[in-house]
T-cell receptor, first 110, second 115 residues
Framework: QKEVEQNSGPLSVPEGAIASLNCTYS??????FFWYRQYSGKSPELIMS????GDKEDGRFTAQLNKASQYVSLLIRDSQPSDSATYLC??????????FGTGTSLTVIP | GAVVSQHPSWVICKSGTSVKIECRSL??????MFWYRQFPKQSLMLMAT?????????EQGVEKDKFLINHASLTLSTLTVTSAHPEDSSFYIC???????????FGPGTRLTVT
């Protein structure tokens, strides 16, 4: 079983819709959870971090964490074509090791 | 977020030569830096974890004698690809880890092409 699992997609949404990206992780004692955005040919960029159960909002982005279900998600409201990218979920454990999912490819259709 | 730079951004070298890639954390001190490799349309692959002042920890399958990592200061880590071969052509990305927020920030990456 992989440490972090994501649906590879591709996920397509129309412009203005809500994009929902999901991630599950296997280590129950994981400490921190992150979402990175990676445009084609570029390096990943940190867009959200979340540490406790519940929702965390930053602009059009909302990260949701449910430790009991070992599940973390990212919602993108009012999706824009510029949001088209691969989204990586990452988890940090108590030893400061990071595990990345393989990424979900998102396409926002104008 | 924190700023991490990499140099060079791209490099072309001949087979058998060595290439050094620098990674700098510009606005914070990074006790730990990570080195990743990413092939086209594939996911990130962690190569090694570099801690300031100590030897790097390499992931299984990564040749430490081929990929030399030096983390001489809290703001600089270098990766040297020795005796490069065409199969080493890839996108190499470093990242810096900050304690406190426990976040990892990536450099812009170095695209290596070995001919």
């Amino acid at each position: 079983q992989k440490e972090v699992e994501q649906n590879s997609g591709p996920l397509s949404v129309p412009e203005g819709a809500i994009a929902s990206l999901n991630c599950t992780y296997s280590d129950r004692v994981s400490q921190s959870f992150f979402w990175y955005r990676q445009y084609s040919g570029k390096s990943p960029e940190l867009i959200m971090s979340i540490y406790s159960n519940g929702d965390k909002e930053d602009g059009r982005f909302t990260a949701q964490l449910n430790k009991a279900s070992q599940y973390v998600s990212l919602l993108i409201r009012d999706s824009q074509p510029s949001d088209s990218a691969t989204y990586l979920c990452a988890v940090r454990n108590t030893g400061n090791q990071f595990y990345f999912g393989t990424g979900t490819s998102l396409t926002v259709i104008p | 977020g924190a700023v991490v730079s990499q140099h060079p951004s791209w490099v072309i070298c001949k087979s058998g030569t060595s290439v050094k890639i620098e990674c700098r954390s510009l606005d914070f001190q990074a006790t730990t830096m990570f080195w990743y490799r990413q092939f086209p349309k594939q996911s990130l692959m962690l190569m090694a974890t570099s801690n300031e002042g100590s030897k790097a920890t390499y992931e299984q399958g990564v040749e430490k004698d081929k990929f030399l990592i030096n983390h001489a200061s809290l703001t600089l880590s270098t990766l040297t690809v020795t005796s490069a071969h065409p199969e080493d052509s890839s996108f190499y990305i470093c990242s810096s880890f900050t304690s406190g927020p426990y976040e990892q920030y990536f450099g812009p990456g170095t695209r290596l092409t070995v001919t």
